[in-house]
């Protein structure tokens, strides 16, 4: 790739390039670049969002630059704050190369493992002594520590905060200087750490490394970025009918997201797309995903089994009702189907918890139904409800 | 030394004790205890202000227990802020241990060396590696350790606190746990620290030291603490002439104080000669000081030196003038001395520096004399004053 189609491609996706002119000349040289990502362990099952930054690391080894994966067994040890507002629990040294192991093998479906350098952080850190973890702690006062924003706010609500959580952004940062790094790339939640590694290198006497971040994707709730934790992610390595359904579940609004940060699929395709069918898009997209991390072959299979999780096995021949209007509240909707004689009925339906929507469980009565979907009750009844 | 004794004397002259029960209860198992002194090797003259808590643990040494002396030549390295609103220009390996040296050669003056032992604290900080060091580091949290004064007006008033710094109290408190002390005596302004080493000790599952601190030497302006950097101390090390000069500059109001921190004097003693004769007393204080650190012989000579110094070498037979009322104006005196031959000649040799009492340049024409001393003028011309 040409360095200035690299320069367009990071500038069009990422949040902050820090900075920007320095970027552009490191790039006009010429030579590989050692490009340093950080990935925390205590995450071991990759998903969507860190597929953002990936996605463009797989970018600079195109275009023949050095990824350094850093997988942060030591750091984990610890486990970074970012972004948290407690403690995390610090995994064991075991743990943590445990889940570098299965962290390297997922990253392998974004990235050329063949022109990808794997570092873990403890080669370094490991050996460093009291008097040198001093001396890297000199280089930053608690008042600019306090300038991260989770560690700000921790501290303003009186939140405790362990002396050794400070110590993690200096940790984090010496990964550059021992790396040599050149550019740094990671997600806007790490800027402040990634910066943290610009300036050290100065303190240091390196050439400071370009900082690049990326957004957040947000997670399957719409809300909070997506997260393991907050069980709101699509795995990468998850299996395909899984991922298949969680794609499905996306939320509309953020499906736009979706495509763009999570896929290469052109940006005027996918927009006419959404714009014309939402529940098409939906399709496209999950087979998109699908395909991306486990193959063409796997996509027909993991659609056919999100119809049959959907529809709770629903018979192939089922009676369909045609609903007008674009939308009909599910008491109604069960009357339509012939579930329910009543409203009250069909509340106590709904109470029992015997009815489901696309295999869902449908716990609101107050539910209004606008999308084309299979409605159940029990085992064995199936309506499919078709808005014309 | 009697138990009883030993802890009477501990009350009576320390200002804290954590807690009285405990130090009583350990001290009654009749075993020799590990008493730890941390010593900060930066400053390398020890001085009365010092000699506080070290003449305690010679009474520790005189009842059998283990006196270990810290020579805190690692935790030297950063400097400890305590009481102080800036950060300490850090010390290299090799001047940490050539203070050691020198502060081990002055504690023989007041310790027996042959029942004192002596641990660097390099011995088990500086083989701690980064792992060791986060662990020590997550026992404390940020609003922990901003407990402390100086920590806690630092950040308040935006000034500089390296994060390194915020570890001290951790290391020093870590020499606890090394050395598996029983009791830890130090300045009240090491309280915080001393008591995070009694909180790590329970934290690494060892029975928690006991703590006492000791009261604080004003220093020779009776203002701020005793200390080199302020120039106002009285150096143990010092020449025995230099050590009775400052003993008789002592402010007359901090002479009691004096008298009980710093020697073996009564209290009825020093008080009754505080009441009568205060030039008297501060003669007897600076003869003891001369006495402790420099033996018996060296007081006459002191003492000569000293009247040298004091009347500007003053010849032998001088006139001598009685003044009867107790009290006498400066310029009065010069008329009586027949060194001026009026008022207003009086105030121009006071103006024009050439008046000295006591070897000292008379500023002030209003000044009231109310002691014996030595009247001067220019360099030939001394008259003994003599009150009856």
Known sequence: METLILFEAIKRSAVGIFSEEGLQKRLARGKPLKIKFGADPSRPDLHLGHSVPLRMLRKFQDAGHEIIFVIGDFTGMIGDPSGRNKTRQPLSFEETRQNGES????????????????????????????????????????????????FANRYASNQPIGLHELLYPLMQGYDSIALRADIEVGGTDQTFNLLVGR???????????????????????????????????????????????????????????????????????????????????????AREIVRLYHGESAVAQAEKRYFSIASGNAPDNMKTISITGGRILIVELLKQAGFAMSNSDARRLIEGGGIKLDGETVRDANLTVAGDSVLSRGKNKFVQIHFV
Chains 1, 2 share one sequence.
Request: charged share 25%; with cysteine; proline share 5%.
């Open 199 to 285: 300036e050290l290198q100065k303190d240091y006497k390196q050439e400071p490394q370009e900082v690049i971040t990326f957004p957040l994707l947000p997670g399957l709730d719409g809300v909070e970025k997506m997260s393991k934790s907050l069980d709101n992610y699509i795995g990468i390595g998850e299996a395909p009918e899984i991922i298949f359904e969680k794609c499905m579940k996306v939320p509309d609004s953020i499906l736009p997201e979706y495509f763009h940060l999570t896929t290469d699929i052109a940006a005027h395709e996918y927009s006419e797309l959404l714009a014309s069918d939402i529940r098409q898009a939906h399709f496209v997209y």
């Open 103 to 150: 962290y390297l093998e997922q990253v392998g479906k974004i990235l050329d493992p063949a022109k990808a350098h794997i570092a873990y952080n403890s080669e370094w850190l490991g050996k460093m002594d009291f008097a040198e973890v001093l001396e890297l702690a000199s280089k930053y006062t608690l008042a600019q520590i306090l300038e991260r924003d989770d």
